[in-house]
């Protein structure tokens, strides 16, 4: 067979939308026993090939666009969730909206670590969690956070947060704790440091942290107006 007895079909994309597919409204017509197999021709007594196989690379080339968008027209799309790991293939059920690294780590413990390209990541690269709160004078309030189990305040300007999830070496975890509002005014600001990093017993990080009055150097507790803010980053 020469290339003289086959057509070209350069396809349309196609991208069903999400309330058609495995319904009916996203059709995939093929072949039964019976009818003459033709290619194009649909008339009575023939079973044409050619729309089955035809909707095949409108629909791979709608998947092309919708992910690489790298030909003209292409319709990106978003996705849903995903779920990078050093294997590839497993099955996965990331929060939506998410993107999480779940293999590798660009840290390491001895100098100097690995080189890596600027803009690559891994799991250690991103902040875990984080928290901005303070002490109301009766209970600790947690103005918005993310991955925190719990505020305790141990004493005045002492407190103790516990991130949510586990981590394989949480001991040895990073911690950045920013100072509140206009530090070198004591009715309004602190210095704050974080005095240990440890795990809790459960493979989470426990971060105990201080506040320091900065004009004396003993220990204030925060406030609604001399916040703390707390961001993990560990593997």
Excluded at 29 to 52: E, F, H, K, W, Y
Excluded at 87 to 107: D, E, F, K, L
Excluded at 139 to 157: F, K, Q, Y
Aim: charged share 15%.
């Amino acid at each position: 067979m020469s290339g003289t007895d086959l057509a070209q079909y350069n396809g349309t994309p196609s991208f069903p939308p999400r309330t058609d597919v495995g319904t009916n409204s996203d059709q995939y017509l093929t072949v039964t026993d019976g009818p003459i197999v033709s290619a194009d021709s649909n008339a009575a007594g023939r079973a044409p090939v050619n729309l089955s196989i035809k909707r095949v690379k409108d629909l791979l080339l709608g998947l092309r666009g919708a992910i690489i968008g790298d030909f003209a027209g292409a319709v990106q799309k978003s996705l849903r969730g995903l779920v990078v790991d050093a294997q590839g293939g497993n099955t996965v059920t990331p929060p939506a909206g998410s993107i999480q690294a779940t293999g590798g780590t660009g840290s390491g413990t001895t100098a100097p670590t690995t080189s890596y390209a600027a803009g690559v990541m891994f799991r250690d690269s991103v902040c875990l969690g984080w928290a901005r709160g303070y002490w109301d004078g009766a209970a600790m309030v947690l103005v918005r956070g993310e991955n925190i189990r719990s505020l305790t305040r141990n004493s005045t300007g002492d407190y103790t947060l516990v991130f949510q999830p586990g981590l394989t070496s949480p001991a040895t975890a990073y911690v950045d704790v920013t100072l509140g509002v206009n530090p070198s005014v004591v009715a309004h600001g602190f210095v704050g440091n974080v005095v240990s990093i440890s795990d809790d017993g459960s493979g989470r990080a426990s971060v105990n942290i201080i506040t320091t009055d900065p004009n004396t150097g003993t220990l204030l507790d925060t406030s609604a107006i001399s916040q703390f803010y707390v961001a993990l980053r560990g593997y």
